[in-house]
T-cell receptor, first 112, second 111 residues
Framework: DTEVTQTPKHLVMGMTNKKSLKCEQHMGHRAMYWYKQKAKKPPELMFV???????INESVPSRFSPECPNSSLLNLHLHALQPEDSALYLCASSPGRDETQYFGPGTRLLVL | GESVGLHLPTLSVQEGDNSIINCAYSNSASDYFIWYKQESGKGPQFIIDIRSNMDKRQGQRVTVLLNKTVKHLSLQIAATQPGDSAVYFCAEKGGGFKTIFGAGTRLFVKA
């Protein structure tokens, strides 16, 4: 298995909702990432997990809460989001710190 | 500050021609460079990479050139096909988890 999968593909939520994005990889990669990508912009790093521990939080608002239940799974819990949080949320994984990141297809999020 | 930029935001080429996408970087400490292709509605897809101890690397129809003297990176696509139409991002790493992405170049392939 050489891919990163993400669910759901699309998500529409209100500002009072709670939802979760899920990411999975079975490549044995030890680092997993969450990125946010706005239209016509490059991906922006949000969080990095290494060996299931949070290594980097790029000053992301607390309404985004990451979780790494095990080495294959990465979740992003969403609560009280704002319309400006609407974006493509990408998950990625890499074998280690200094190696290529492989991206999932993303979750297209719309906050109403 | 550190940045990775692209010389052209859009590039239009005729099908069958070669494409060259350029990228400038400013961090001399970066030692690993990656090109990604992102099609509409999809995540970035790894194309090819190069480490700073090399100046050229070839893949299938793609070549990456690295000029450390002028901090320049390029992606060459041979015999460009309609399926090559996408946004291409260069990216750099200088050690650690963070990857710095360039602004992206949109490649249009005319039939």
């Amino acid at each position: 298995d050489t891919e990163v999968t993400q669910t759901p593909k699309h998500l529409v939520m209100g500002m009072t909702n709670k939802k979760s994005l899920k990411c999975e990889q079975h490549m044995g990669h030890r680092a997993m990432y969450w990125y946010k990508q706005k239209a016509k912009k490059p991906p922006e790093l949000m969080f990095v997990y290494s060996y299931e521990k949070l290594s980097i939080n790029e000053s992301v608002p607390s309404r985004f809460s990451p979780e790494c239940p095990n080495s294959s799974l990465l979740n992003l819990h969403l609560h009280a989001l704002q319309p400006e949080d609407s974006a493509l949320y990408l998950c990625a994984s890499s074998p280690g710190r200094d190696e290529t990141q492989y991206f999932g297809p993303g979750t297209r999020l719309l906050v109403l | 500050g550190e940045s990775v930029g692209l010389h052209l935001p859009t590039l239009s080429v005729q099908e069958g021609d070669n494409s060259i996408i350029n990228c400038a970087y400013s961090n001399s400490a970066s030692d690993y460079f990656i090109w990604y292709k992102q099609e509409s509605g999809k995540g970035p897809q790894f194309i090819i990479d190069i480490r700073s101890n090399m100046d050229k690397r070839q893949g299938q129809r793609v070549t990456v050139l690295l000029n450390k003297t002028v901090k320049h990176l390029s992606l060459q696509i041979a015999a460009t096909q309609p399926g090559d139409s996408a946004v291409y991002f260069c990216a750099e790493k200088g050690g650690g988890f963070k990857t710095i992405f360039g602004a992206g170049t949109r490649l249009f392939v005319k039939a």
